[in-house]
C-alpha cells in the first residue's frame, strides 16, 4: 500500500517543487516531545508508526491523513513526511543499530605493520558482517578487492545515472588498552562497546563505524518503504582512512566516479570547504661533528632547533612570524604549528603542520615558503634541508536544491543556525565533485575520535539515525539536485 501511495507522492513532485519550502516542519522541540510520548510504544512499521504519531499529536494527524489519502503533497507536507520517516528509523532500529554498533567495534580493524590492509583477516570479517546486513536489509553489497565495500541502493528511472555517494570508513585508529580508563578508574576494554552515563565507549564508535550504520540503516528503511528514488545511493565504506589512503583512489580508478559526495566522518551542519593540509619538514644539517673517531651532536642543537622554531613560527601559531599569513573571512586563518620534533644520532628534524584556507595560489604559497627560510638558513648561518608539501584548500560554492536540502535537514534537527561551515580537517571527499560534510560530529562539542576512550552519545547516535534518514529520503527523492 506504501507504494502505490508514494507513487502518487512522486507524481505531484515536479509540481511539489515549485513551492518554496518553509521552514515550518516538525522543531526540534516537537521532535523531543515526540519521542518522548512515544518511549513506552512499540513501533513495528512506518504505516502503524503513523497511526501512532496522529492518535499523540493531533496537528501531525494532518499530514498523516494527507499521505494515506494519496492527494497531491507540497513540498513542506513532503518534507514534514520525511522528517517523521527519520523519527521513525530511530525509533524502531536505534536498539538494534547499537548492539550492531558492538559487534562492528569488536572486530579490530586497525592497520598490522605485519599484513596489507586488505589481506587482514579482521577486514575480511568486517566485510562479511557487512555483507550480511546490507542482504538482510535489501541492499546490494560489492567488495572491491577489499579495498572498498560498496552498499547500494539502486534509483528507479533508468534514464537518471546520477550517483550519490555516501562515505564512511570501517578501518580505525590503535587503542591502547593500558590507557582507556574514565576518572574514576573504570577500565574500559577499547573493542567492548561500553555503555556508560549515557556515553557509547569504543574505538570506532565515533570514528567512523557509526557512520556506517547510519547510512545503512537509512536506506533500510527507503528501501523497505519503497521510495521512489530519482537517482541511486551508495555507501562508499573505505579501509585505509586512516592510514595510507590508498583504497579510495583504486577504486575509482576502477569504478565510476560518483556525482555527489557526502562524508559522514566530519561535521555537521553541512562543511563546505576544507583547509589544505601541508606539512614542512625542516631538517637541520651541521648538526653532528667528529673528534677522533667518534661523531658527537653538537651541543647547541636544541638551541638551533629553538631558534629555527621561534624566529620562523613564533607562538601565534598564523605564519605572521613567517611573512606568509592570511586568513580567508570564511574559511579563517591560515595556521602553521611546529607539531613534531625528532632528535637522534642521524640528525635532528622538525615538522610544522600548514592548514591553508582559500585565497592564495599554493604554488606561490609553497615558493615563498621556502625563499623565505633559505633566506633565515643564510642569515643564521645554520643551514637546512626542507621538504614542504600543501595540498589545495576544497571550497564549494553553494549551488542547487541538493545542498540547500542538506542544510535544511541538519540545521532544522540539531536547532544550529542555517550557515554552512568550514573545516580544518580535510576528509575522503576533498578532490572529489560536489563533495561536502554532513555531520556526524557536532560542531563545539569535543571530538572523541582518534583518543583513548572514544565515545558517542546514545542520544547522538540515535539522532544521527534519524536525521541520515530524513536527509537520504530527501535528496534521494528530489526532482533535480
Ligand atoms: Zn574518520
Known amino acids: ?55 499523540l499529536n493531533p496537528d501531525l494527524g494532518a499530514i498523516t491523513g494527507v499521505y494515506r489519502s494519496g492527494q497531491v503533497m507540497a513540498a513542506q507536507q513532503q518534507a514534514e513526511l520525511f522528517r517523521l520517516l527519520g523519527i521513525y528509523t530511530r525509533v524502531r532500529y536505534a536498539a538494534e543499530a547499537q ?61 537518471n545515472t546520477e550517483l550519490v555517494a555516501l562515505h564512511a570508513h570501517a578501518d580505525v585508529v590503535p587503542a591502547n588498552a593500558a590507557d582507556w580508563v574514565l576518572d574514576d578508574g573504570t577500565q574500559l576494554d577499547p573493542f567492548t562497546l561500553t555503555e556508560i552515563d549515557g556515553r557509547l565507549h569504543g574505538r570506532g564508535a565515533e570514528d567512523n563505524k557509526n557512520g556506517i550504520l547510519a547510512v545503512m540503516y537509512a536506506m533500510r528503511v527507503i528501501a ?60 637541520l644539517l651541521d648538526f653532528l661533528y667528529e673528534s677522533g673517531h667518534v661523531v658527537y651532536m653538537k651541543d647547541n642543537h636544541l638551541v638551533d632547533a629553538i631558534l629555527y622554531a621561534v624566529s620562523n613560527f613564533g607562538l601565534d601559531y598564523t605564519g605572521r612570524q613567517l611573512g606568509i599569513g592570511f586568513t580567508d573571512d570564511f574559511m ?20 610544522t603542520n600548514l592548514r591553508v584556507p582559500k585565497g592564495r595560489d599554493i604554488g606561490e604559497l ?19 634541508d626542507l621538504e614542504l608539501d600543501i595540498a589545495e584548500p576544497m571550497f564549494r560554492n553553494p549551488e542547487g536544491q ?5 542544510l535544511d535537514v541538519a540545521t532544522e534537527n540539531l536547532a544550529l543556525p542555517r550557515e554552512f561551515m568550514s573545516s580544518d580537517g580535510a576528509t575522503s571527499i576533498h578532490d572529489l565533485p560536489n563533495g561536502v560534510q554532513f555531520g556526524l560530529a557536532m560542531p563545539g562539542i569535543k571530538y572523541t575520535g582518534h583518543t583513548d576512550n572514544e565515545f558517542k552519545t ?23 539536485m
Open 458 to 480: 546514545v542520544e547522538q547516535f540515535q539522532l544521527d539515525l534519524q536525521i541520515v534518514t530524513e536527509m537520504l529520503a530527501r535528496i534521494g527523492t528530489l526532482e533535480a
Open 332 to 351: 579563517g586563518p591560515l595556521t602553521a604549528s611546529l607539531t613534531y620534533v625528532k632528535v637522534d644520532n642521524t640528525g635532528m628534524e622538525l615538522i
Open 99 to 159: 548492539q550492531v554498533l558492538a559487534e562492528l567495534v569488536a572486530i579490530p580493524t586497525f592497520l598490522d605493520d605485519s599484513v596489507a590492509q586488505y589481506d587482514n583477516p579482521a577486514f575480511h570479517q568486517i566485510a562479511a558482517r557487512l555483507e550480511a546486513l546490507a542482504v538482510e536489509f535489501g541492499l546490494s553489497f560489492r567488495n572491491v578487492d577489499n579495498r572498498i565495500y560498496e552498499i547500494t541502493l539502486p534509483g528507479a528511472p533508468a534514464d
Open 224 to 283: 523497505q518503504e519503497q521510495l521512489p528514488l530519482q537517482r541511486t545511493l551508495r555507501l562508499l565504506v573505505d579501509t585505509t582512512e586512516e592510514t595510507t589512503g590508498e583504497a579510495m583512489p583504486y577504486y575509482l580508478e576502477r569504478n565510476p566516479l560518483p556525482d555527489f559526495n557526502i562524508a559522514l566522518d566530519g561535521g555537521y551542519p553541512v562543511i563546505i570547504a576544507e583547509k589544505g593540509y601541508g606539512t614542512l619538514l625542516a631538517r
Open 366 to 384: 609553497k615558493q615563498e615558503i621556502l625563499d623565505r627560510l633559505a633566506e633565515w638558513s643564510a642569515m643564521s648561518n645554520l643551514p637546512l
Open 402 to 406: 541538493w545542498i540547500q536540502t542538506l
Open 1 to 55: 500500500m506504501l507504494n502505490v501511495l508514494f507513487k502518487l507522492v512522486f507524481l505531484c513532485l515536479s509540481l511539489a517543487v515549485l513551492v518554496p519550502v518553509s521552514a515550518n516542519n516538525l522543531t526540534k522541540t516537537q521532535t523531543d516531545t515526540l519521542l518522548q510520548q512515544l518511549s513506552d510504544q512499540d513501533v513495528r512499521s512506518f504505516d502503524a508508526f503513523l497511526s501512532q504519531v496522529s492518535s
